[in-house]
């Protein structure tokens, strides 16, 4: 689920945990919204991203394409951020 700068996942284990939403951004291409997001108790440059759906459910991202283009996309992002 989304709210204003956080979601929540649940782990492998059944915890739900606090996620920090670093963008979104759609793709209408695929007609699909993506969601990038981190973990702020965790010191790392790790990122994950997922598709959302208008209820703001996580999606899985279905294929190698899909996952390039939000590679490219979470690239520029960070590339923005050091200038």
Do not use: C
Not at 45 to 59: C, Q, R
Request: glycine fraction near 4%; charge should be negative; avoid cysteine.
């Amino acid at each position: 689920m989304l709210d204003s700068n956080s979601l929540y996942v649940t782990d492998e284990n059944g915890n739900e945990k606090r996620m920090e939403i670093l963008f979104t951004f759609d793709d209408e291409s695929r007609n699909k919204r993506y969601v990038v997001f981190a973990d702020p108790e965790v010191e790392s440059d790790e990122v994950f991203a997922s598709a959302y759906d208008d209820d703001g459910h996580l999606l899985p991202v279905e294929t190698e394409e899909e996952w390039q283009m939000i590679e490219e996309v979470i690239g520029a992002f960070q590339d923005d951020e050091e200038e």
